[in-house]
């Protein structure tokens, strides 16, 4: 069993930054693709970034350039960096640990980030 914490949400002017960070309890960490996820008002979820066990790194087109999915295997996190906000990015983010196929697979409770002036 994996448990998620994300914290680093909050309220930010366009052009702005955050950091989220996602800590995982449990075991093997490391052998997990950690993934970011969000979901917009009356939208649905969709993949904002994702990392894998080997360190390879896929985004969404709409945040390519502007957000940085990277993982410290020491202390069982992954952090997305987001640079250059949009009001558009406004929406709940949610961490996500797969493995196995997504035999095994562990989400957050989500943290709220709104991009507003």
């Known amino acids: 069993q994996v448990q998620l914490v994300e914290s680093g949400g909050g309220l930010v002017q366009p052009g702005g930054s955050l950091r989220l960070s996602c800590v995982a309890s449990g075991s093997f960490f490391r052998f997990y693709a950690m993934g970011w996820y969000r979901q917009a008002p009356g939208k649905q979820r969709e993949l904002a970034a994702v990392i894998s066990s080997d360190g390879s790194t896929n985004y969404a087109d709409s945040v390519k350039g502007r957000f940085t999915i990277f993982r410290d295997n020491t202390k069982s996190t992954v952090y997305l960096q987001m640079n250059s906000l949009k009001p558009e990015d406004t929406a709940v983010y949610y961490c996500?640990?797969?493995?196995?196929?997504?035999?095994?697979?562990?989400w957050g409770q989500g943290t709220q980030v709104t991009v507003s002036s």
């Open positions: 996500n640990a797969k493995r196995s196929g997504g035999a095994y697979e562990y």
